[in-house]
């Protein structure tokens, strides 16, 4: 199977292997699905194959209102490891 490369810096590393884990995905696994869904409109056309499914995590049994806080939380904690700012969802 064909492998690819690329070079990351630290903190891109720990962003990606920070949504990897909130996804329970492999680094690699995760980097295929999000390349495969964006080449293929998948986020907004709907994927033909659940192989390319891929979420964030919410664990426990979250009200709506309460996951939608922890999602936030959840890409503010990516953007941090990153130098960016927080946003508001």
Request: proline share 3%; aromatic share 6%; charged share 35%.
């Amino acid at each position: 199977m064909p492998t690819i490369t690329s070079e990351l810096t630290q903190p891109e590393l720990e962003a990606i292997r920070e949504y990897a884990n909130q996804c329970g995905e492999t680094i690699s696994d995760l980097v295929r699905k999000a390349l495969i869904r964006e080449a293929t409109l998948a986020d907004g056309y709907g994927t033909d194959d659940p192989r390319y499914e891929y979420r964030m995590a919410v664990s426990g049994k979250a009200l709506r209102s309460k996951e939608h806080k922890i999602i936030q939380e959840n890409y503010n904690k990516i953007r941090k490891i990153l130098g960016w700012k927080e946003i508001k969802l």
